[in-house]
């Protein structure tokens, strides 16, 4: 692990906010370093406001939407709500779908087979279109490429919108609105909502011209919140406050398919990291090992009972998921080694039997043995299909731009991306994308970096303190839960390796006079000899709360130690 401490923000700013809000001096740094220098700028982070979303119609082509819609409406068309497999897309469909049904009939829902269609916006989906008598479709989370696609439905007397957050390529598809906020002739204040966050904006202009506000509209926001989480995109400005009400919504006044899936995981209250490991994984299976008609079909049902035997076959097939997943991380580490490619700058694994809807989930485990940009490529039709994942720094679509003379279709984000190519390039591209990395990464991105945002010592630590940091949620990309060093810790005796294989480290830890805390390492074993041979260490560690048989008390999640 590279630790890297954060820069000490201006002394003269931590002072003044520290005087100015009366809390200590290490909470106005950590404010601070993420941008908060005034009062009116804590409040707005501390209170999240729904006032402070930006105008929908800021968005370029929103005012084309919104008219193409009524019209549709005027004329009583059939709308076809179109949306990708993954949680982004399918809580967009159920977003959008559930809120025009609210007040229009002639609304269906449609998601494409992730291995009969792919990704995106197919041909077979616009087909269903024209044979059912749609004759507008907006589509989410996906279709910002789709120039072909959109063309092709033109010929068919069927007219697109598009709400998409991804990278445009150089041609926009020549829809009747492309709402985008990552467009550059866009001029929206905030370009990084994700896809459910642009329908959002789209249900929001809708509700306007009809009269309602801001606050009729709380109900959908549970489904943005799990979108924001599961999508990993910034919980900054924007993001914030729609996470941060979504996250009320789940905790209070769920919709039926999300109490289903709480009721099967049996937790109460959910933060954004409860969401990314609970509530995403479940909605994302049914897109993965059945269908994600499956996870819309659950977040629209309003009835209880019909939820709960939706949620039961989700947790089925997310059972099955995480045995996949497991078989085949275990598979393509093994590729790795018989290939002697430990030591390459990337990772680039293929088996043509290997589950396509569990790719991208190998591909973020493979990225914990070996740190570096990684593509797990299976067979989908006549083509592979792969995902990919990076590490923090490195941009991975520009990697893959670079090598797209190999590729037949890509798209994705900095740090996540799909494509597919033709079995006969594999060799090729796989080659290319290790050169292309290994003369752009910086190296010090191959090893994992641990951000630490203040040094501080055990003393600091108190009752007082983790209340404030806790304000500072909900946590996420551009908001992560602060992580703290302390030099000169003792473990006084108690440390042990615990789990079923022994592979966590418990510590009972302090410095100097101060206060005793435990410390959890988890994944930490090997670390044993270094906090339990009786001398002082350092550590990195975020603060947690620990319930145990209804005694609650401040505990240290360790991420890493160092003599």
Not at 230 to 245: F, G, K, M, S
């Amino acid at each position: 692990m590279r630790w890297t401490l954060k820069p000490k923000p201006d002394n003269e700013k931590v002072k003044s906010l520290s005087k100015t809000l009366k809390v200590e001096p290490i909470i106005a740094s950590l404010l601070v370093q993420r941008g908060i220098e005034t009062f009116k700028e804590a409040e707005k982070f501390f209170r999240p406001n729904l006032k402070d979303l930006h105008d929908p119609f800021l968005m370029k082509d929103m005012d084309k939407a919104v008219f193409r819609i009524e019209k549709a409406i005027e004329n009583e068309e059939n709308i076809l709500i179109y949306g990708d497999y993954d949680v982004d897309g399918t809580t967009s469909v159920a977003l959008l779908s559930s809120y025009l049904k609210s007040y229009y009939p002639n609304i269906s829902t449609y998601i494409p087979d992730r291995y009969d269609e792919g990704y995106g916006i197919s041909y077979k989906g616009i087909d269903f279109a024209a044979d059912n008598d749609f004759s507008l479709i907006i589509a989410l989370d996906c279709g910002i490429k789709a120039i072909e696609k959109v063309a092709y439905a033109s010929e068919k007397n069927i007219d697109f919108i598009i709400c998409d957050h991804h990278r445009p390529g150089k041609e926009i598809p020549n829809a009747m609105a492309v709402l985008d906020p990552k467009r550059e002739d866009c001029e929206y204040p905030y370009k990084e909502l994700c896809g459910c966050g642009v329908g959002f904006k789209l249900v929001q202009a809708l509700a306007g011209k009809r009269g309602l506000e801001i606050k009729d509209l709380l109900l959908y926001l549970d489904l943005v919140a799990t979108a924001i989480a599961a999508d990993i995109v910034p919980i900054t400005e924007e993001n914030r406050i729609l996470a941060y009400y979504g996250l009320k919504v789940i905790n209070s006044n769920p919709r039926a398919g999300m109490l289903a899936i709480l009721k099967q995981v049996k937790k109460e209250t959910l933060t954004i990291t409860d969401v990314v490991f609970i509530i995403a994984p479940r909605i994302n299976a049914a897109g993965r090992m059945k269908h994600g008609n499956h996870a819309v079909t659950l977040l629209t049902e309003t009835a209880i009972e019909k939820a709960e035997a939706y949620a039961a076959e989700i947790e089925v097939f997310n059972t099955n998921r995480r045995e996949a997943d497991k078989q085949i991380t275990e598979e393509a580490l093994q590729q790795i080694i018989a290939n002697k490619e430990e030591n390459r700058k990337t990772t680039v694994v293929y088996q043509e039997n290997w589950h396509k809807g569990v790719i991208g989930i190998v591909a973020s485990r493979l990225t914990e043995t070996y740190y570096r940009p990684t593509l797990v490529f299976t067979k989908s039709g006549e083509k592979l299909a792969a995902s990919a994942r990076s590490v923090t720094g490195f941009d991975v679509y520009n990697a893959l731009e670079s090598c797209s003379e190999h590729i037949e279709q890509f798209g994705g984000h900095m740090y996540a991306a799909g494509l597919t190519l033709l079995e006969k390039n594999y060799v090729k591209f796989k080659n290319e994308f290790e050169r292309v990395v290994s003369e752009t990464i910086d190296t010090q991105l191959l090893t994992p970096e641990i951000r630490i945002d203040s040094e501080i010592n055990l003393s600091d630590i108190s009752p007082k303190f983790f209340r404030i940091l806790k304000q500072f949620a909900p946590f996420g990309p551009g908001n992560m839960t602060p992580t703290f060093m302390t030099q000169n810790v003792l473990d006084i005796g108690f440390g042990k390796c615990v789990g079923e294989d022994k592979t966590h480290l418990r510590l009972v830890v302090k410095q100097g006079n101060s206060k005793e805390f435990t410390g959890i390492g988890f994944g930490m074993g090997e670390k044993h000899a270094i906090a339990c041979n009786g001398k002082a260490f350092k550590a990195a560690y975020c603060i947690d709360e620990n319930d145990w048989q209804g005694t609650v008390s401040l505990q240290l999640r360790l991420k890493d130690i160092k003599e």
